[in-house]
Every structure is written in C-alpha cells, then in structure tokens.
C-alpha cells in the first residue's frame, strides 16, 4: 500500500472563533438568560451544531464568563441600593411613627389608646436599653427562705460530673408579705 501524505494543522481548528461577530454577542446574551444551544439555533436560524461549536468555543466562553461577572456585580449593587432605600425610607417613616404614638398618647381621648401608646414607647426606649442587664427577681421573705435551703441542699454548686460550676450572680430584693403575694413559689405543676 502506497503510503499518503498526512498534513497536520497547526494553529487553531477552522471551527474556532477568532472574532465575535454581532450574531455571536446575540448568542452571548441567550446563553447568559438561560436558553439551551438547541432553543437559541431555533430562534436564530442556524443549525444546533453550528451553535454548539460556539457556544463551545474559547473566545466565546470567555466572554460568557466576562459578562456574568458583570452581570452579578451590577445585581449586587442594585439590591444594595434598594436595601438602601428601604432602610432609608424606613429610618425616615419610624420619625412619623414616633410623632403618631407621642400624639395618641397626649391627644387621646381613651385612656386605654394613651396607656398602650405610653407602653410602645417605654418598651422601645427603656425596654431596650434593658435587654441585655439582668433581670431583677422580687422575692418576699418566705419564698426567699425556700430558695435559700434549696440552694443548700443542692448540689452545692457542683454539676452532675461533680465539677466545680461558677454560680451566677442574682440580684434580689426582699418584700414584706402583703395579703396578696404567695407565701409558696408558683410552679408549672400548681397551675390548674
């Protein structure tokens, strides 16, 4: 058998763009909303394979790459900028809201409508200023007294694995015994 001559290409396959021409930035942007080859050579009139080799192609892909980045950058800065806003027009709304409940609380004729405006207010300043101090438990003297030799009889400020636990500072103020307060601790388990 007679041995033929084999050529070898050199340089880049004929498919290959060297170029984006307008045709092919129109399949950049149908790539980069979704569309499918086979969906974008129906839309354009080209054959699937025609598409497929530059949807494939180098120059093609990175393109695709250069406009998604931009394309997530600007969709970055747009919801930054409606977050913006919307905290804006909320910062600016709350001044409103303050005016209207300091309003219904001098203005109001029905002291339930004044009581609850006085009651937002006092929650959103003190209450919130308090969030974060402890919270103040009032014990009368008997109840104290229960609590007092609980504490005693307990483990004795060990944990179950007979470590050391360090106890947690409590405030407490004792009350005198009025008519009215409980002379035993509530529990879950007294509750009706």
Known sequence: MPVKDVKIRTGPPQHELKRLAAVHKKIVEME???MRPKDIA?????SPTAVTRIVKSP???DMVARRRVAQEAASDESGAIVLANARDALESASLGAVNKIVGLMEDS???SIQLRSASEILDRTVGRRDADAAQKIVLTQVNLTALTIALRESAGGRDDEGD?????????EVVPDTPDTP????????EG
């Open 59 to 61: 120059l093609f892909q």
């Open 164 to 172: 050391d636990v360090e106890a947690e500072v409590v405030e407490a």
């Open 32 to 34: 980069i909303s979704g």
């Open 42 to 46: 129906q839309e354009l009139g080209l």
């Open 183 to 190: 002379d035993t601790p509530e529990t879950p388990d007294d």
């Open 109 to 111: 004729e029905s002291e």
